[in-house]
């Protein structure tokens, strides 16, 4: 079977072939630089970075670009307030987006471009869509003429008709984009005001369009026409709209072959906004300050979260459903941490990873990247280990051969690898003390003799967060072994 993604451009799956045979070229939109990363930004950036560590699983060699927005009004705002130059912002809440994504074991991209660094390509741009008729100038700002695009609205499916009426009754007169031919225009450069940032060119000072962005950075970094490229489902439209408009306006081909964009996140099922009080940013999560589940989130877990939906479907966000992916991750990483070699297996054992689970998780994420499916192989997996291994070191019997064993253990460390899900060891883990643990154990006997049984849970609660896994054996023993 091969791979198909479901394209937003055609509205449908697509087999993917890409422009060149082994190679991927893959865009997607970054973050605006002026504040923490939130969940919303964690759901995107995982399911992308699946698409990629899945491709390159799959033998192709992906160069993926992502973009930092460095100049914007939010950006502009912020360092008014805090009154630090735009870059110094920029600069601490880029830092902070890796601070806080690289827990989740999300891959570094080939290229980080930021706007900032392409000020001369965008003017570039501008003027070519002047001169092509795409482009008008009043008063220091240019607007893209939209009417002179025939397929402007093509990937969110919008008419100008549409756009029209609904822009009609919003029209403010104090707008200062009342002065644009057509209300569905958009700003490529926008003149400076007297209090904020401003970059000189052909137009007078001032600073790009947030579309004209991407569009520049794209054809810099990637070429013309790129296979994949990504965001969230709130960029159709207008940007990628109008990143299409601006770049195939120019070469008379298609900007990206596949559109693909991820579901929005809720929150007990209302839309995330700060407005609402609702908004959580991934550092929050990480340290325990999310106030609905007040303690440390294990990274693995908010990623387990996030692949148990399908990255098109929207994805809410509760307590329980952050409770149910700890308790699954455990379950993995207790599979994941099984040590073979207390098992005496033959030596020289065969290590390829079991072939029909390799294929099973394939049939699972070319079908248009189905990482629920292809986790609930992985759980089977998982449990299916830890229950081979209990019957052989507990009660020296079992099912499966040494080989299949074996190669069942690879096949879960490697496909979740594809899924990035793997353990992020603590050096803090490796010191413990197994006295102090057989204390422990000893204290956990006698809560439960003394029928105190939850102090007996808090006992075993407490070792397994530091990686202790406990297992009660017929007659009051209890086996314990370090993941």
Request: a negative charge.
């Amino acid at each position: 079977m091969s791979l198909t993604l479901y394209n937003t451009l055609t509205r449908r799956k697509e087999p993917f072939t890409p422009l060149n045979r082994d190679q991927v070229t893959m865009y997607c939109c970054g973050v605006t630089v002026y504040d923490d990363c939130h969940l919303g930004h964690a759901r995107s950036y995982i399911g992308w970075d699946v698409v990629r560590r899945y491709l390159q699983w799959r033998g192709y060699s992906v160069r993926y670009v992502q973009n930092f927005t460095d100049i914007d009004d939010k950006i502009l705002n912020r360092a008014k307030a805090e009154k630090l130059a735009m870059k110094d912002v920029a600069d601490r809440y880029i830092a902070a987006y890796f601070r806080d994504i690289r827990p989740l074991n999300i891959l570094d991209a080939d290229e980080y471009p930021r706007v900032t660094e392409h000020i001369p390509e965008i003017h570039q741009l501008i003027q070519a869509l002047e001169t092509k008729g795409y482009a008008y100038a009043i008063e220091g700002d240019i607007y893209y003429d939209v009417r002179q695009f025939a397929d402007y609205g093509k990937l969110s499916g919008r008419s100008l008709n549409q756009m029209q009426a609904g822009a009609s009754r919003r029209v403010d007169p104090n707008d200062p984009e009342r002065k644009k031919r057509y209300p569905a225009d958009f700003a490529l450069w926008k003149a400076a005001k007297s209090d904020e940032s401003a970059w000189d060119s052909p137009w007078g000072k001032g600073r790009p369009g947030w579309h004209i962005e991407c569009s520049a950075m794209i054809r810099a970094r990637l070429g013309g026409t790129i296979d994949i490229h990504g965001g969230g489902g709130d960029l159709i439209f207008p940007h990628h709209e109008n990143e299409i408009a601006q770049s195939e306006a120019l070469t008379d081909q298609p900007l990206a072959r596949y559109w693909l964009h991820n579901g929005m996140v809720t929150v007990n099922g209302e839309k995330m906004s700060k407005s609402l009080g609702n908004f959580t940013t991934i550092r929050d999560l990480l340290d325990g300050k999310w106030l609905e589940y007040p303690h440390p989130i294990d990274p693995m877990a908010i990623r387990l979260f996030v692949l148990q939906a399908h990255y098109r479907k929207p994805l809410d966000f509760t307590p329980n459903a952050i409770e149910a992916a700890e308790k699954g991750w455990q379950t993995l990483k207790e599979a994941l941490s099984l040590d073979l070699q207390l098992l005496n297996l033959s030596p020289q054992i065969l290590s390829q990873p079991d072939s029909a689970s390799v294929e099973q998780f394939q049939t699972a994420l070319d079908d248009d990247l189905n990482t629920a499916t292809a986790l609930a192989m992985l759980f089977e997996l998982a449990k299916l280990l830890k229950r081979e291994f209990y019957l052989r070191y507990y009660c020296e019997s079992h099912k499966l051969s040494d080989i299949q064993l074996v190669q069942r253990s690879q096949a879960l460390i490697q496909l979740a690898q594809v899924l990035g899900l793997e353990i992020q060891q603590s050096p803090a883990k490796f010191a413990i003390d197994a006295d102090w643990i057989e204390a422990r154990l000893q204290q956990r006997q006698q809560a439960r003799q003394a029928r105190q049984y939850a102090e007996s849970d808090r006992i075993r609660d407490e070792l397994q967060s530091m990686g202790i896994t406990i297992i009660d054996q017929p007659g009051g023993l209890t086996r314990w072994h370090q993941t």
